[in-house]
């Protein structure tokens, strides 16, 4: 749950998942103002300490997220607390915000990208890619803003020479994947599973499954092709048709399918990146498509004024602007180039 007050700047977040604290996590700048219940640990005589709950509101310095425990973790000084608790002021305090936690916002601005962020519906739906090889397993939760935890399964297996110990490690193998699986499966609500990999290696885990863990296999929403059981083959399969198919209603995926066109676009010359290229395209009405990568967009205010700009521009002309946001290897390959570039109607050089 996030209200806002668009008057006042005001946001109040309340997450009710890790999808929504992720859209929260976007949401804070350096600068904002944020009040929330917490502990604090405080001296009370030489070399005894207490631990106080207690209300805080600190100036914003640091914006985290930890994916593994889905908390945000806003650092700053502390401007206000309670009376008896003077002694604070000034000092450092780390805000830990987790699902169902409370803590309101006060923001300097709520820009077209803050808007826009907002607008976005949070979708909860998810998945587990079970990317297999023989002897070589990654398996990978997958929720709407990209891959928030993977695990491997390794195994060594014997070579073709000794048959009777290569189908021994195998079944071996294969017993240590789909207990890794159900665990995974079991802590995310049984989601839907996609598995992929070689043929012979995938179709051979499914058959097992459907011998020894028949739940596991009436979770597998599709079987696909890929390299090996690599987080590589993961990320290829992340940027393929399939998944644009088989998991249409992530925006992982519309993410990845404007970068990945974007790249292509790069090549055959019809996309310009970096701040000043861009911006050359998007004042000429050269742009069709607009990407922005969300992290770029807290950075100083005269940046930040460039890429409203920009906005403003492209929407005028009837172009798209994209807000890239999601944990995923094309937001990283894209933010590595500067993060911000733009597809182009036709050429301009």
């Given at each position: 749950m996030i209200k806002v007050d668009y008057d006042k700047k005001v946001l109040e977040i309340r997450p009710f998942s890790g999808e929504e604290l992720w859209k929260a996590y976007h949401l804070i700048d350096k600068g904002d103002l944020a009040s929330a219940e917490t502990m604090r640990i405080l001296k009370i005589d030489e070399g005894e300490k207490s631990r106080r709950k207690a209300f805080l509101k600190i100036m914003v310095e640091n914006v985290e997220f930890e994916v593994s425990s889905e908390t945000i973790r806003l650092r700053g000084r502390v401007l206000e607390c309670p009376e008896d608790m003077e002694g604070v002021l000034g000092h450092y305090h780390t805000l830990t915000i987790g699902v169902g936690d409370r803590v309101m916002v006060e923001k300097q601005e709520l820009?077209?990208?803050?808007?826009?962020?907002?607008?976005?519906?949070?979708?909860?739906?998810?998945?587990?890619?079970?990317?297999?090889?023989?002897?070589?397993?990654?398996?990978?939760?997958?929720?709407?803003?990209?891959?928030?935890?993977?695990?491997?399964?390794?195994?060594?297996?014997?070579?073709?020479?000794?048959?009777?110990?290569?189908?021994?490690?195998?079944?071996?193998?294969?017993?240590?994947?789909?207990?890794?699986?159900?665990?995974?499966?079991?802590?995310?609500?049984r989601p839907k599973t996609i598995l992929i990999g070689p043929s012979v290696t995938r179709e051979a885990l499914l058959k097992f499954m459907g011998e020894k863990y028949r739940d596991l296999q009436a979770s597998v929403a599709g079987c696909f092709h890929s390299s090996g059981g690599t987080v590589s083959a993961v990320n290829e399969f992340l940027r393929s048709n399939e998944m644009k198919v088989v998991a249409r209603e992530l925006k992982i995926v519309d993410e990845i399918t404007a970068i990945e066109s974007f790249f292509k676009s790069l090549v055959e010359e019809k996309a310009v990146y970096g701040l000043e290229e861009t911006w050359k395209a998007v004042e000429k009405g050269a742009v069709s498509q607009l990407i922005i990568h969300v992290k770029l967009a807290s950075q100083s205010g005269s940046l930040r004024e460039r890429m409203m700009e920009m906005i403003r521009l492209v929407e005028q002309y009837g172009g798209e602007v994209t807000i890239v946001s999601g944990r995923h290897e094309s937001a990283e390959k894209f933010r590595r180039i500067g993060g911000i570039g733009g597809i182009l109607r036709y050429k301009v050089y």
């Open positions: 820009s077209p990208i803050h808007r826009k962020i907002l607008s976005r519906d949070v979708n909860t739906k998810k998945y587990i890619v079970v990317a297999v090889e023989l002897g070589n397993a990654t398996l990978a939760v997958v929720k709407d803003y990209g891959v928030v935890e993977s695990l491997e399964v390794e195994q060594d297996i014997p070579g073709k020479n000794f048959p009777e110990e290569r189908e021994a490690m195998a079944v071996r193998f294969f017993h240590e994947v789909s207990k890794t699986l159900r665990s995974i499966w079991i802590k995310e609500g």
